[in-house]
């Protein structure tokens, strides 16, 4: 923790401008950030506080696997600035987060969320889908076993098999089936059918929410505003230029006791940044504004675009609302496909 303070206080002229940025949300994630207690957690706020302009209200989130959440832990949570759990429950069932090697049980799953509601009002779980073996009518009782909890904003995924993971060997053995696009995508639809019935807003591909409960940490990334990461594998963006740590913690700790940032930085081209709004906004409730790509980009940029686009509309993928493109019900699930034909590799 003492080699982030310092990076911290290192990257205290990342939003540099002739605007002071305001914080407007602190996210704890990546890893298990739920190790930490309430006592460094406000350590790391007060640094955060010393080094940035922070907003009045800032949305201050912790990530949490089920089995770190205890009633003691959460009470003295409830009693820092932060005011929102995402809690990674994935699923309700054991023989689903068995299959995931997840370290949590279906028990711990349940109780985390119902003991949570008791110290926070805004509460986020994670749900994945395309499990193999995970019925449409598991998949039903997840779903409605989440909306009986009362949480305010779910975030949920489709299972991927990551490469040099225990799932992956399953897999490859046969042990497990691979994932099934079609039973995923099926189920995709049928969480926004049953989220949407119960007054959720489908406001990000991936992300659900009561309104006054969408996540301003999802949302700051999807509207391309800047961000700053802080520690090992953390991933930044200014606006113009995108950096990311090194991701092993030697050479990460190493470099911070040398006052030497252990980040590499990218700086943005045109293309990238066009690239970057169209694959953002084809995921989001906001869509690709046509006069925008005009005026930020170009009318070059506009002109491809409505040409590459064509064929989706045509295939009723993307619809135009005044001057917003947006995927249709049909397209939500293939948006990043859809996104990528859009793409300008030269221009």
């Not at 985390?112 to 994945?128: E, G, H, K, R, Y």
């Not at 799932?167 to 995923?184: E, N, R, S, T, W």
């Not at 790509?293 to 045509?314: C, D, I, M, N, W």
Request: aromatic letters at 10%; proline letters at 3%; zero cysteines.
């Amino acid at each position: 923790m003492a080699m982030m303070v310092r990076e911290i206080a290192l990257r205290s002229d990342w939003f540099s401008g002739s605007t002071p940025t305001v914080i407007e949300t602190i996210y704890f994630g990546g890893g298990t950030p739920s190790v930490l207690d309430s006592a460094d957690l406000n350590f790391l706020l007060d640094t955060i506080n010393k080094h940035f302009k922070v907003g009045s209200s800032p949305e201050i989130t912790v990530e949490a696997n089920p089995d770190d959440l205890t009633s003691d832990y959460l009470k003295a949570l409830s009693r820092t600035p932060v005011n929102r759990l995402s809690i990674g429950v994935q699923s309700f069932f054991e023989e689903d987060l068995r299959l995931m090697n997840r370290a949590h049980n279906a028990t711990q799953a349940l109780a985390s969320v119902q003991m949570a509601t008791d110290f926070f009002d805004s509460i986020s779980l994670d749900l994945i889908y395309g499990i193999p073996g995970l019925t449409d009518e598991k998949w039903t009782h997840n779903i409605n076993t989440a909306l009986q909890l009362g949480v305010s904003h779910i975030s949920s995924y489709a299972l991927t098999v990551e490469s040099k993971t225990a799932l992956a060997h399953f897999v490859k053995k046969g042990i497990i089936p691979k994932p099934d696009d079609a039973q995923a995508q099926a189920q995709f639809l049928m969480i926004i059918d049953q989220l949407e019935a119960h007054d959720f807003v489908h406001y990000e591909l991936s992300n659900f929410a009561k309104e006054g409960y969408f996540s301003k940490n999802n949302s700051a990334y999807w509207l391309g505003k800047p961000y700053l990461g802080i520690g090992p594998s953390a991933h930044s963006f200014n606006g113009a230029q995108r950096g990311w740590n090194v991701s092993n913690n030697s050479q990460y700790i190493h470099a911070l006791h040398e006052n030497l940032l252990p980040l590499e930085v990218e700086t943005l081209s045109l293309n990238d940044r066009y690239n970057e709004y169209v694959m953002t906004g084809l995921r989001t409730i906001w869509g690709v504004d046509l006069g925008r790509l005009e005026t930020e980009f170009g009318p070059r940029f506009k002109t491809y675009f409505v040409q590459q686009a064509a064929s989706h509309l045509e295939q009723h993928l993307l619809y135009i609302d005044g001057e917003i493109v947006r995927t249709t019900r049909k397209g939500k699930f293939l948006s990043d496909g859809i996104a990528s034909d859009l793409f300008l590799l030269n221009l």
